[in-house]
């Protein structure tokens, strides 16, 4: 793994990378710079076989502010009218890098994650949150719709008038209601916060690996189709499930009533 980036901490602890956003001077505020770093580092992650588990964060107390609003006010001095719809696609290649990464990607969470880097969290599989977690969809507060996934990942996780709701209010919620409405998968006191997020992207790092791809796949292609869509995908997916070393490993772990030992092939 290439782990040399501007505005990116990246480090690897057996099948487990951790991915830090690095700005906590601003509370990790979301640049163009950091957007190509995670583009780059989550595609490198797919491709790499010793990768097993991502974890997705912040340095310092927050997990992300959102865009960087001081790189954007200068924009808006002159009166020509400003795409800003390029720009998001440089968001969208690390959404698309999340969803279509063939392992569990994490996002660990403790302070504020707003705005985009709210919406970066909710793109992720799993959330496990430190109890100073907020999240807060700040967009409206500055005029603006949830990007960076937020229009498809809210409503999916919340319901869509809990997600229309957060939205147009902007108001932060806490962890523990994060956790109540589907948002946090787990939640933990802050002091045991680091130590939680390894245990939990090691047990992970040390699944079915192959087989949490399959799972991935299925989930994310059947919250968009229909009942006959799924059930085709979910044979097709068993079909290869069923001739992974994993699954051997597992029907023998439990007729020998030992523990299995998953390789990720
Ligand atoms: C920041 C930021 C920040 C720069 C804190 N930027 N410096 C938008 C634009 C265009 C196109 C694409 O899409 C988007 C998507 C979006 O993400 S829109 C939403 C953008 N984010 C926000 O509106 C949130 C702005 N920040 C806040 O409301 C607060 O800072 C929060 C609630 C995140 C945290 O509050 P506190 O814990 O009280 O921290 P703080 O406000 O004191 O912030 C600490 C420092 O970080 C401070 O700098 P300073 O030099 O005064 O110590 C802030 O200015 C800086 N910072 N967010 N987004």
Do not use: W
């Amino acid at each position: 793994m290439h782990t040399d980036y501007e505005q990116l901490l990246i480090q690897q602890d057996g099948g487990v990378l951790t991915i830090i956003m690095n700005r906590p001077e601003v509370l990790n505020a979301v640049t163009e710079t950091m957007l190509e770093g995670l583009g780059e580092s989550l595609e490198e992650a797919e491709l790499d076989t010793s990768v097993r588990c991502v974890v997705l964060t912040g340095a310092g107390r927050a997990f992300g502010s959102g865009a960087d609003l001081r790189q954007f006010a200068a924009i808006h001095t002159s009166n020509e009218p400003v795409k800003v719809s390029e720009h998001l696609q440089k968001y969208h290649r690390v959404i698309r890098a999340i969803r279509a990464m063939h392992k569990p990607v994490i996002a660990a969470v403790r302070g504020v994650a707003a705005g985009a880097s709210c919406n970066l969290a909710l793109a992720c599989d799993l959330r496990i949150v430190a109890d100073d977690a907020r999240f807060v969809e700040a967009f409206a507060r500055i005029g603006l719709v949830p990007d960076a996934g937020g229009g498809f990942f809210l409503a999916r996780l919340v319901g869509l008038g809990k997600a229309l709701e957060l939205s147009m209010l902007a108001d932060e919620i806490g962890a523990s209601e994060a956790e109540r409405l589907g948002i946090a998968n787990k939640c933990v006191p802050v002091a045991e916060f680091e130590t939680a997020v390894q245990q939990f992207a090691q047990r992970l790092a040390k699944g079915p690996t192959r087989t949490y791809g399959l799972i991935k796949e299925l989930m994310n292609t059947s919250i968009t189709s229909d009942l006959e869509t799924s059930l085709r995908l979910e044979g097709e997916l068993q079909d290869q499930a069923i001739m992974s070393a994993d699954h051997r490993e597992g029907v023998a772990a439990f007729i020998q009533k030992r523990q299995a030992e998953f390789t990720g092939q």
